[in-house]
């Protein structure tokens, strides 16, 4: 009952299912195992993003994912997110789903919100007079 398999079967809805899957594994950076001296076999790309995908919603640390699961450890997880990160697979994983959803129209715009927290405003806003003061031009020390 505690192999990875069998778990599975036994979730109610999967993490990560096949469909979502063949989009997302031909994004993923394939890693050669060395010749001689290969190691221990690595976690499968898919489990480790089940794993990855499982901390994130449940909101666990990385150090408390179970055993159970299959996943591999909380630190293997990690630091496949950390290799991801630096080769730029979340920015493509999101830009090919976001195709994806555009094209079988899917994306309802109506409900869209741009923040300046998450997009940079260059140059300041020019529409509502604000100004950019240096040090010695504030209202306050001029006398205005």
Known sequence: MSSPNTWRLLMAKPILDDRLWEIIEPILPKKKRRFRYPGRKPVSDRDTLTGILFILKTGIGWEDLPKEIGCGSGMTCWRRLRDWQKAGVWDEIHRTLLNKLHQADQI????????????????GDTFTGRQCWSHQQLPWRSGY
């Not at 309802?108 to 140059?123: E, G, K, L, N, Q």
Request: charge should be neutral; glycine fraction near 0%.
């Open 108 to 123: 309802d715009f109506s409900r869209a919100i741009v923040d300046s927290s998450s997009v940079r405003a260059v140059f």
